[in-house]
């Protein structure tokens, strides 16, 4: 079955760098691109970054960009979101989404917690 498992959330003080994981499963993981989204309580859920299915491209927030990096790693199906100058506003629980550049398939993980606190 599809599966998108995100690891590597946690606890950071203000300034501090994590590692996000998305390890895909029981799809064309190289056929899909692939992003990462963040819902803070009480907000929205919003992209965060995107990558295409190869790799040629990406995108990022106003919010992130210069701070966060999206890559993939095709042979491992897992898509990364690197983390740096961690603020309290990226306090959320962050996504990773795959969309098919092919047909209508969208696949959610089931999310990982980010906490920016001192």
């Known amino acids: 079955q599809v599966q998108l498992v995100e690891s590597g959330g946690g606890l950071v003080q203000p300034g501090g760098s994590l590692r996000l994981s998305c390890a895909a499963s029981?799809?064309?993981?190289?056929?899909?691109?692939m992003s990462w989204y963040r819902q803070a309580p009480g907000k929205e859920r919003e992209l965060v970054a995107a990558?295409?299915?190869?790799?040629?491209?990406?995108n990022y927030a106003d919010s992130v960009k210069g701070r966060f990096t999206i890559s993939r790693d095709n042979a491992k199906k897992s898509v990364y979101l690197q983390m740096n100058s961690l603020k309290p506003e990226d306090t959320a629980v962050y996504y990773c989404?795959?969309?098919?550049?092919?047909?209508?398939?969208?696949?959610w993980g089931q999310g990982t917690q980010v906490t920016v606190s001192s």
């Open positions: 990558i295409a299915s190869a790799g040629e491209s990406t």
């Open positions: 989404k795959a969309v098919s550049d092919y047909t209508s398939a969208t696949y």
């Open positions: 029981g799809f064309s993981f190289t056929s899909f691109a």
